[in-house]
T-cell receptor, first 111, second 116 residues
């Protein structure tokens, strides 16, 4: 399995608080992605990174920001969490345009 | 806009049966198509990747085919086992913007249950 970890694995927070999720890889892959998975919607891309300090928005980026200061770490921040951001968040990595490898996911609940 | 549809949404079969899962996509200008497996509460595990120039890929009891012109892919599972029970997702990679970024769009998945 590709070396991808996500932290925390579970988090419960309150509306209006900032939350940061971390994705860490040991594969030295160039591309990193944040997705959210919700019933009936499948996986939707939030943000992605194509290199250190190079990031761009996905299809559901409102309310989220990202940072990538090192190849191995990709952080997702919910600036002010809302109940609509309750979801399972997955990080993925890829080298080039081939297989994406996924992390184990973070289950976030916003009360 | 690329849309990916998977039919059926759920499937229940007795152990030992051969089965086919379907994936269709609306824009045939894809780079590749990937099949994933997801177990409850887990991340996605890549099963097979088919490049746009390929017609099929095989791994063990799994065979995936791609017909780009008709916008269809099938995942064939031979001699199904209870351990195959999971949700199977397909994903297509295609060009998203003028900057050359290639986006991946996922289907919602087919939930498979193999009954012993």
């Amino acid at each position: 399995d590709a070396g991808i970890t996500q932290s925390p694995r579970h988090k419960v927070t309150e509306t209006g608080t900032p939350v940061t999720l971390r994705c860490h890889q040991t594969e030295n892959h160039r591309y990193m992605y944040w997705y959210r998975q919700d019933p009936g919607h499948g996986l939707r891309l939030i943000h992605y990174s194509y290199g250190v300090k190079d990031t761009d928005k996905g299809e559901v980026s409102d309310g989220y920001s990202v940072s990538r200061s090192k190849t191995e770490d990709f952080l997702l921040t919910l600036e002010s969490a809302t109940s609509s951001q309750t979801s399972v968040y997955f990080c993925a990595i890829a080298q080039g345009t081939d297989t994406q490898y996924f992390g184990p996911g973070t289950r976030l609940t916003v009360l | 806009k690329q849309e990916v549809t998977q039919i059926p949404a759920a499937l229940s079969v007795p152990e030992g049966e051969n089965l086919v899962l379907n994936c269709s996509f609306t824009d045939s200008a894809i780079y590749n198509l990937q099949w994933f497996r997801q177990d409850p509460g887990k991340g996605l595990t890549s099963l097979l990747l088919i490049q746009s120039s390929q017609r099929e890929q095989t791994s063990g009891r799994l065979n995936a085919s791609l017909d780009k012109s008709s916008g269809r892919s099938t995942l064939y599972i031979a001699a199904s086992q209870p351990g195959d029970s999971a949700t199977y997702l397909c994903a297509v990679r295609y060009s998203w913007n003028s900057g050359g970024y290639q986006k991946v769009t996922f289907g919602i998945g087919t939930k498979l249950q193999v009954i012993p």
